[in-house]
């Protein structure tokens, strides 16, 4: 798993280096939450409500169970980097899980964002540990998020 991340992350900065940058409002499309003991795959949809700060939404589905995540994100560009974004922020989470209560969390995360020159496909991996807030559920720091997304302004 590390090394696919290392892989991941080196292949968006190449890129980010390759390609213009081009700016985007908004995106849809796909995103996958991935635990230690849990992958959530299902719908991810992101907002620009400035240059800088981002609000995303979340639905993912797993066998037994649902998560509904809210994030706010700071995004900034790296110099000399077009198209490649960092960013971080917070947000919460609910699993919503068959047979057992429900699990409330907040999700730090921390990641990078690279929009492809000319192609309306957006990319993003980061690291979203879990803080659990509720008495049912474990925290996990080894959590983290993937996706992919059309873009539109």
């Not at 492809?116 to 991996?125: E, T």
Request: proline content about 4%; aromatic content about 16%; charged content about 15%.
């Amino acid at each position: 798993m590390k090394k696919t991340m290392i892989t991941l992350i080196g292949l968006l900065m190449f890129a980010g280096v390759t390609f213009a940058q081009t700016s985007y409002k908004g995106a849809v499309g796909l995103g996958i939450d991935v635990y230690d003991n849990a992958t959530f795959v299902g719908p991810s949809a992101k907002y620009f409500f400035s240059s800088n700060h981002v609000g995303q939404a979340d639905l993912g589905f797993e066998d037994g169970a649902t998560i509904i995540t809210t994030l706010y994100s700071y995004h900034d560009q790296f110099s000399g980097a077009p198209g490649l974004r960092w960013y971080a922020g917070i947000g919460p989470s609910i699993i919503l899980v068959d047979d057992f209560d429900n699990i409330f969390a907040l999700r730090p995360h921390a990641g990078l964002d690279f929009k492809i020159n000319g192609v309306p496909l957006v990319v993003n991996f980061d690291w979203r540990p879990s803080i659990v807030i509720s008495d049912a559920g474990d925290g996990e720091a080894g959590a983290f998020g993937f996706g992919i997304k059309y873009a539109f302004n």
